[in-house]
C-alpha cells in the first residue's frame, strides 16, 4: 500500500510543504504584476508606479526576465527529473505549469500591446 503515501508521504514532511508555499507565493506575486498591467490605476493610487519615463521600459523587462528564469527553471527540473535527480513529479509539474502561464501572459500583453499601436496607427491616418 505505498500509493497514497507516496505522493505526499512522511518523505517529503514540512520542506515539500515550504516549497508548494513558496512557489504560491510567486504565483500570487506574479498575479499581482499582472493586475498592475491591467489596471495601472491601481499602481498610481498605492505610489509603487514610477513616473512614466522609464518605468514601463523597465517593468516590461522585469517582467521578460520573470518569465524567462520561469522557463531556465522548468527545463532545469525537467531535465532533472529525466536524469533522476529530482524525484518529485509534482515539482517539475508545477515548474512547468508556471513558466507556462508566464509564457501565456506575455504573450496576452504582447498582443495588447500591438493592438493598441495599431489602434493608435490607424488614428494618426
Known sequence: MSGPSGIGGAGSGAGGLHEIMALRQQIIDRSQVLQQVRNPDVGANTGTADTAGGS???ALRTALDKVNQAQAHSEAVTTGY???QVTDIAQVMLARQQSSVAFEATLQVRNKLLS???DIMKLGL
Request: glycine letters at 22%.
Open 56 to 58: 514601463f521600459t523597465g
Open 82 to 84: 529525466e536524469t533522476g
Open 116 to 118: 493598441a499601436y495599431q
